[in-house]
């Protein structure tokens, strides 16, 4: 190895300084938000509320799980994140290595209509009347159809697809007797982990996170996801303080300031889980799909 220098030491030290720096920004609010949900009101309210919980409290948890509703969020969310995850993977996979053979008919004007939806939309109106149309309204499939093929997804899986099978590997498992379906599912699927991965991921944080297109399709509780159901909580707390009595009020701002803070973590804790398990093939499956060599 080479020997190193005085200015390699100084860069090095440097970058370390400036990443460790942007790494502390970046968690400590998340961070700030995990301790404040355990402490007490008045502390975090007195910034007395800095690396540790002060006079630890499970108040707001336990006004969140009070409710009945919060599980059945959940279970919401987890049919709405996983059901639609697994529609939005298989178009978007499938859509993109139909896209990015050579041999598809009419491959440039499909690929043009697509992009320009990508930059011109029907808008809320419109949507809102052709999903009403489809009888998709108040029921699970508002959740999953309307947004089930992302634009944005599809030109990665493509790039991806184009840069990664060779067209020579196709014509090899051909001469071997293999059609295009087999050699979609045992050839092109295998060696395509990183990318499914990625869409899965994309697609399961954008479907848990959804809350837009609840407000607007779904009517019924037990169709509400979880965002709903905690915005619901939170909004409730806060808007019957003022028909209760001085003390009582204070009790309840009290409740709401705990909850304010435990209905991030409640929403988040998922996706936190869901990520460690497949992070490994993000930055691979984000840096093969979106640069054309």
Do not use: H
């Not at 045992?186 to 959804?210: D, E, F, G, K, R």
């Amino acid at each position: 190895m080479s020997r190193r220098t005085l200015s390699d030491r100084w860069f090095d030290g440097l970058n370390v300084a400036f990443f460790s720096l942007t790494l502390v920004v970046i968690i400590y609010p998340l961070y700030f938000v995990l301790i404040s949900s355990f402490s007490d009101p008045d502390a975090i309210n007195g910034g007395r509320v800095w690396l540790w919980p002060v006079d630890m409290t499970w108040n707001g948890y336990r006004g969140i799980f009070e409710d009945s509703t919060i599980w059945r969020g959940y279970g919401n969310s987890l049919i709405y994140a996983s059901l639609g995850s697994l529609i939005s993977t298989a178009l978007t996979i499938t859509g993109g290595y139909a896209l990015s053979r050579k041999d598809l008919v009419g491959r440039s004007p499909i690929m043009l209509l697509i992009l320009f939806t990508m930059f011109f939309q029907g808008g809320m109106i419109p949507t809102y009347i052709l999903v009403k149309n489809l009888g998709f309204l108040d029921t699970v499939w508002a959740m999953i159809i309307p947004g089930a093929i992302s634009v944005y997804q599809l030109i990665i899986v493509r790039t991806f697809f184009q840069q990664t099978i060779p067209d020579e590997l196709l014509e090899a498992a051909m001469m071997d007797g293999c059609n295009n379906m087999k050699f979609f599912f045992q050839i092109v699927l295998p060696l395509s982990t990183p990318i499914v991965a990625v869409i899965i991921l994309l697609n399961a944080v954008s479907q848990w996170n959804s809350y837009f297109q609840a407000l607007i399709y779904l009517k019924s509780d037990e169709l509400q996801p979880l965002q709903i159901i905690l915005r619901r909580i939170l909004v409730q707390n806060q808007t019957t303080v003022g028909s209760m009595d001085w003390q009582t009020a204070e009790e309840m701002l009290e409740r709401a300031e705990l909850i304010k803070y435990g209905v991030v973590i409640v929403a988040s804790l998922p996706m936190l889980i869901l990520y460690p398990f497949l992070q490994k093939y993000f930055v691979k499956g984000i840096m093969l799909g979106s640069v054309k060599g």
